[in-house]
């Protein structure tokens, strides 16, 4: 039986205003930063019990600013607490929403595969004699192993010395 996990068709306008979309959001989100591993290695992180302690330190900072040096830029503090809060609930819906395509593509790509082994099996018996030959040796590609590296041949057994003899 033939697996059809997903069986879905966007339109052409569908297409081309989900682009439109994306390129809205890369329009509007081009400020966001991008971090290489190494950057990200040596950053510290947030978790929730860390955040907690940001945000009351955000309050305290700015009850208290004279405790402050000089060079630390309380509003940019603040900014930065304000965009974490701003951008949390659209970072959650992009994940959701790309989770589902993956989700999407990973069984677009089974239901492909499935279908492709479903009907290479049926060719291979009965499309014998019927001039099908190339097609089923084309499709065959897919599963042709690299051949192996041959075996070493084994080493001589060392010859017996004139010493070694009895």
């Given at each position: 039986?033939?697996q ?20 809205v ?8 930063v991008?971090?290489?591993p190494d ?13 907690a302690?940001?945000r ?14 000089r060079n630390?830029?309380?509003d ?5 607490l304000?965009?974490l ?9 992009m994940g959701?929403?790309?989770?589902r ?9 089974s ?12 060719l291979?018996?009965s ?5 099908l030959?190339s ?8 599963f ?5 590296p041959a075996a ?7 010859t017996p ?6």
């Amino acid at each position: 039986m033939s697996q059809n996990r997903i069986d879905i068709e966007l339109s052409t306008e569908a297409l081309a205003a989900v682009d439109g979309a994306l390129g809205v959001l890369e329009e509007h989100l081009a400020p966001l930063v991008g971090l290489s591993p190494d950057e990200r290695k040596g950053l510290s992180r947030m978790g929730d019990k860390s955040e907690a302690f940001c945000r009351q330190a955000v309050v305290a900072f700015t009850e208290n600013p004279d405790v402050l040096p000089r060079n630390f830029d309380l509003d940019a503090y603040r900014r930065d607490l304000a965009m974490l809060d701003a951008l949390r609930p659209r970072l959650s819906k992009m994940g959701r929403l790309f989770e589902r395509m993956q989700d999407t593509e990973t069984a677009l790509g089974s239901d492909l595969m499935a279908n492709s082994l479903e009907g290479y099996a049926v060719l291979k018996v009965s499309g014998k004699g019927a001039g099908l030959e190339s097609l089923r040796q084309m499709l065959s590609a897919r599963f042709a192993r690299s051949p192996r590296p041959a075996a070493a041949p084994p080493a001589p057994a060392p010859t017996p010395t004139p010493e070694s003899s009895p």
